[in-house]
Structure formats: structure tokens, C-alpha cells
T-cell receptor, first 115, second 109 residues
């Protein structure tokens, strides 16, 4: 069974479109994350939710909106896609919100290409 | 502020050793190490929580020097399966992890 799953795996779309990426974890973890990995492989935190509560909201354009319907799911909606949004987006989860003491389990990633 | 990793890339022959360093200009409370193989997700290796702590995972080990604000990852007798990009992460305010830019390790036969 996959611990952290994401759909879709690949997403190719035109500039200006709106798209969503879904993430689910079956580990019973309380905390979930969205990371963006750019072409230079730099892995940067975007958002984090703990028990459906937003706890990390990095400086990202407000075109990006996370939503957590329950603690096992964290979705990412992106409005008005731009070329610079092309990247691999990783979902991750950890037992709780204390980053220092918790390993993070990453999903397989969603490669977003904006044309 | 992200930690600084060195070297940026290293190429080894199978069986050789390597050291990857991670340093921070700000206080390090904990250090995480992850490995990401090409086209895959990052995978957790280990966390070091205390200054002076050392940990090992098979032939991969790490140390944490809290005073120097740095951590080192040691890969001994490297195997082909060790190839990938290694990331260190430091805990910053708000319980977030800030990752370094990664060190690309290539192990050749």
C-alpha cells in the first residue's frame, strides 16, 4: 500500500488555466506538507497543515491555495497558471508538527508543465 | 535561510568513501538528511537532534556539531545504489524544514 499518494503524476496545461493536485496519506499522520522542487532541484516548503489547520504558509503567490478536507488529505489548487509554476510538487506527511523530531514521508511527486 | 551543502557534486567509484557537509549560519537545532534518486521522491535517512550526536544507517552515518553549526554525512564503501542527490534540512521557526541545495552523488562501477 502506498503511504503517501498524489494524483496526477503528470500535468501538462496551458498558461492561464486552473488545476488541482490531490494528496492522500494512509499513515495516520497529523501533519501534511506541500513542497515545490524547481528545475535546479531546490526543494522549498510551501504549506503545511496540522489536523486540518494551516500552520505554515510560505511566501507563495495567492494563486496557490491549499485545502485540507480531513487530516488524511491535502489538496493544492493553482489558479491562472504561469510558466514559472512549472516544477515538481511533492506532498509529504509526518507524525506531528514538530519538524525537528519527525521524519517526513514524501509522495511520488506531480510534474507540472505549463506551456 | 537555507543551509549550505558542500560539495555540490561528487563522483565516486564503487567502494570509495565520501563526505557531504552541511553548514548553517544560524543555530542548528536538528539536522535531517534525505536522499533523492533521479525521478523519485526524497527518502528519509536520519535525524540528528543533539550536538555531538552520531547516527548510522548501514554504511551511511552522520555527525552533528552543534557548536560549529554543521553536520556531515559519511558514506563508506559506496555502492551503486547510493547514487542520488543528498539533502540536508535544518529546522527553522514554525517547525518547518529548510533544505540545502543538495549534493549530487554519482557512484560508478
Amino acid at each position: 500500500d502506498t503511504a503517501v499518494s498524489q494524483t496526477p503524476k503528470y500535468l501538462v496545461t496551458q498558461m492561464g488555466n486552473d488545476k488541482s493536485i490531490k494528496c492522500e496519506q494512509n499513515l495516520g499522520h497529523d501533519t501534511m506538507y506541500w513542497y515545490k522542487q524547481d528545475s535546479k532541484k531546490f526543494l522549498k516548503i510551501m504549506f503545511s497543515y496540522n489536523n486540518k489547520e494551516l500552520i505554515i504558509n510560505e511566501t507563495v503567490p495567492n494563486r496557490f491555495s491549499p485545502k485540507s478536507p480531513d487530516k488524511a488529505h491535502l489538496n493544492l489548487h493553482i489558479n491562472s497558471l504561469e510558466l514559472g509554476d512549472s516544477a515538481v510538487y511533492f506532498c509529504a506527511s509526518s507524525q506531528d508538527r514538530l519538524a525537528g523530531d519527525n521524519e517526513q514521508f514524501f509522495g511520488p511527486g506531480t510534474r507540472l508543465t505549463v506551456l | 535561510q537555507q543551509p549550505v551543502q558542500s560539495p555540490q557534486a561528487v563522483i565516486l567509484r564503487e567502494g570509495e568513501d565520501a563526505v557531504i557537509n552541511c553548514s548553517s549560519s544560524k543555530a542548528l537545532y536538528s539536522v535531517h538528511w534525505y536522499r533523492q534518486k533521479h525521478g523519485e521522491a526524497p527518502v528519509f535517512l536520519m535525524i540528528l537532534l543533539k550536538g555531538g550526536e552520531q547516527k548510522g544507517h548501514e554504511k551511511i552515518s552522520a555527525s552533528f556539531n552543534e557548536k560549529k553549526q554543521q553536520s556531515s554525512l559519511y558514506l563508506t564503501a559506496s555502492q551503486l545504489s547510493y547514487s542520488g542527490t543528498y539533502f540536508c534540512g535544518r529546522e527553522t521557526s514554525g517547525s518547518r524544514l529548510t533544505f540545502g541545495e543538495g549534493t549530487q552523488l554519482t557512484v560508478n562501477p
